[in-house]
């Protein structure tokens, strides 16, 4: 099946410190979602984009919609030890249903 | 409060059996997915409705079986013939709209030994 590429695999940061990750694919999205996940529960929607160029924040997390329709950022600044978690992209493939998924960034803070 | 629910959050059974894992939102979403995670991994999709009485496959439908009689309502049957049914189950429900945001349950924990 499809995935998305999310990068990097993992991430371990020191409290106070900005974070990025992305996803790119080969295929052209019309919205792309992230997520954070916290173990044994459900992702949780952090932010949605719905154009391209699109850059929409959520606190401390900004997130953007790339000009291709075909990979996205987001960036956490001054993270806290709560970030921790695993981060997930997923993108809606056009004209249908169906979103795929990055494989995630799981981020750990160092206090 | 509007949202999906899954039930139950841990579920055990038996090699050979079937299960069925619940799955109901009240958001008033068309379309329902499930998904499935193993330890430390993405998530992959099993099965999606778009709306009642019609469903798709996903990338992983093997040994799967859906339904969806209700717009509310989307359970999944895990069958015998699932060869590795150990994992995470999470169900989601997005809008009517093509461009909308999807929304997940909490999940199930399905251990079959």
């Known amino acids: 099946g499809q995935q998305l590429n999310q990068s990097p695999q993992s991430m371990f940061i020191q409290e106070g410190e900005d974070v990025s990750m992305n996803c790119t694919s080969s295929?052209?999205?019309?919205?792309w979602l992230w997520y954070k996940q916290d173990p044994g529960e459900g992702p949780v929607l952090l932010i949605a984009l719905y154009k391209a160029g699109e850059l929409t924040s959520n606190g401390r997390l900004t997130a953007q919609f790339g000009i291709t329709r075909k990979d996205s950022f987001l960036n956490i600044s001054a993270s806290i030890p709560s970030d921790v978690g695993i981060y997930f992209c997923?993108?809606?493939?056009?004209?249908?249903?169906?979103?795929?998924f990055g494989t995630g960034t799981r981020l750990k803070v160092l206090a | 409060d509007g949202g999906i629910t899954q039930s139950p959050k841990y579920l055990f059974r038996k090699e050979g059996q079937n299960v069925t894992l619940s799955c109901e939102q009240n958001l008033n979403h068309d379309a329902m997915y499930w998904y499935r995670q193993d330890p430390g991994q993405g998530l992959r999709l099993i099965y999606y409705s778009q709306i009642v009485n019609d469903f798709q496959k996903g990338d992983i439908a093997e040994g799967y079986s859906v339904s969806r009689e209700k717009k509310e309502s989307f359970p999944l049957t895990v069958t015998s013939a699932q060869k590795n049914p150990t994992a995470f189950y999470l169900c989601?429900?997005?809008?009517?709209?093509?461009?909308?945001?999807?929304?997940f349950g909490p999940g199930t924990r399905l251990t079959v030994t």
């Open positions: 997923a993108g809606q493939l056009e004209g249908t249903y169906k979103y795929i």
């Open positions: 295929s052209i999205f019309n919205t």
């Open positions: 989601a429900s997005s809008g009517a709209e093509l461009s909308y945001e999807q929304y």
